[in-house]
């Protein structure tokens, strides 16, 4: 996993699952810590689909062979290096992966940052949609200002 120091006080906390709004998203937070000194968490979770059920557009084997957070892990390091490698200067990004639903996670590690960054859809079937269920929420509930990112 990739990981760096992150200040503590100058934090921007980004909602990242592999898709193609959590890159822009992870890409609009990257830029913006470049401007304002911030460092960038970058979080996405797991949970067991046993014990949640799986999200729409994911199946369980999904990830054959590996656990679901070994999976994330690659996710989330490949996701940061697609985005790092498009970036003209380096940012410091601590990566987490967390067990647990996205809007619970997001909102805890929100607390105290300057500002959650979201997609406004993630992996969900419902294409359709202009805001999915978890920058809803986000948006609704942060302890900080939020960006939902087309």
């Known amino acids: 996993m990739t990981v760096h120091a992150a200040d503590s006080t100058h934090r921007i906390v980004v909602g990242v699952d592999g898709s193609q709004g ?5 890409k609009w937070a990257m830029n913006q810590a470049g401007l304002t000194g911030a460092s ?10 046993a014990q949640y059920g799986t999200a729409y557009g994911w ?4 990830f054959e062979g590996d656990t ?3 999976a994330m892990v690659k996710v989330l390091d490949d996701t940061i290096a697609e ?8 940012v410091t990004v601590l990566a987490q992966v967390i067990e ?3 809007v619970e996670a997001l909102l805890h590690a929100a607390a105290g940052a ?9 992996h969900g079937t419902f294409a359709g949609i202009m805001l999915g269920s978890v920058s809803q929420h ?11 990112v087309p």
């Not at 199946?59 to 999904?62: H, K, L, Q």
């Open 22 to 26: 959590s890159k822009t998203a992870l």
């Open 40 to 49: 960038v968490e970058a979080i996405t979770t797991w949970q067991d689909p």
């Open 59 to 62: 199946t369980t084997t999904a």
């Open 68 to 70: 679901y957070a070994t």
């Open 83 to 90: 985005v790092a490698a498009q970036m003209p200067h380096p």
């Open 100 to 102: 647990g639903h996205p």
């Open 114 to 122: 300057e500002l959650l960054v979201v997609g406004s859809r993630g």
């Open 138 to 148: 986000c948006v609704q509930h942060a302890p900080c200002p939020v960006v939902v």
